[in-house]
Every structure is written in C-alpha cells, then in structure tokens.
C-alpha cells in the first residue's frame, strides 16, 4: 500500500512534467526523402503571418478562450522545404499529415486539405501568442486553422512531429 501512494506520487509529478514542456522544435517525418527538423530559429527566416485575435470554440461551438497577437508561418511554406516519398502525383490523394503534440494529443489533414483547398492557405504554424493569463498554454510552437468554424478542435499546442502518412 505504501509502495502505490509512491507510484501514484511519481506519476502525477510525471504528468505535470510532461505538460510543463514546451516545444522549442518539431520533426516532420514519414513517407519523406529525408525528415526535416524545424526550431523556432528556422521558423524566423520563413515569411511571418501576424494576426490580432482568433476566438477559441470547442466542438460544441462554445466560446473556450481567445489567443491574441498571434505571429506564425503558413505551413505551406514549410512543407515545401519536404520532399515526400512518392512514385506519382496521382496517389498523393492518398496522403494525409499527422500532427503529434508534446502531450500526444493527435489531429489529422489530408493531403488535399492541405494543397488543393483553401485550408491549406490558412493552416499556420505559431511561433507566438498571448493567451488568457490565467490558462496556461502548453508548448510554443502550435497549429491552427483559423478558418475552421470549432477552431479548438485542431488547435495543436506544443507540436512535436507532423507525420506524413499514406493509407494502406
């Protein structure tokens, strides 16, 4: 009994850790030519996107919070520095990207979401934004879509990897 107290202990402490992390870079990884890691330092030299506000809603399309002066690079721009492991343009269709967070939390685009939509002309990486002081936002680098109507549902707070995958 003594040894779980400890074990649950440790584990909550573990789990605060995790949500402490910030993330200071991400990988892009999968069916590529060569994975890629992106700092907050590559970030700078892309071309910046700034915004006012954004009005955080979660799936209910309730009100969640707001994030403001918002800096960021449209991941277009990003995604053009990878070269994705293809035999044909025809079966890129049958892609789609992974975003992993520090916490696990995981959202999927397709490929043509991405490039052949209007999405993709939205999907920012942010490299800054001033939250509610009294929410603590997990990570630096995040994606959002804020053309999405539940901004919240794919709002990535602490991005680690985005993994580029092809269904089977």
Request: aromatic share 10%.
């Amino acid at each position: 009994m003594h040894n779980i107290k400890y074990l649950i202990i440790a584990l909550l402490f573990l789990s605060f850790a995790v949500n402490a992390q910030e993330s200071k870079q991400f990988v892009i990884e999968g069916k590529v030519k060569k994975p890629l890691t992106i700092t907050l330092d590559n970030l700078s030299t892309y071309k910046s996107v700034s915004l006012d506000s954004m009005t955080i809603f979660n799936h209910l399309m309730q009100r969640k919070s707001s994030i403001k002066n918002i800096k960021g690079v449209l991941l277009k721009d990003i995604l053009a520095k990878v070269e994705i492991d293809v035999a044909s343009p025809k079966t890129l269709s049958e892609y789609y990207l992974v975003f992993t967070a520090i916490d696990n939390y995981k959202v999927v685009y397709s490929w043509n979401e991405i490039f052949n939509s209007p999405t993709g002309n939205q999907v920012l990486v942010l490299t800054g934004y001033d939250t509610n002081p009294t929410k603590a936002e997990k990570g630096n680098i995040a994606i959002i879509t804020p053309s999405d109507f539940a901004t919240g549902r794919r709002f990535v707070k602490g991005l680690s990897k985005i993994s580029i995958l092809q269904v089977n």
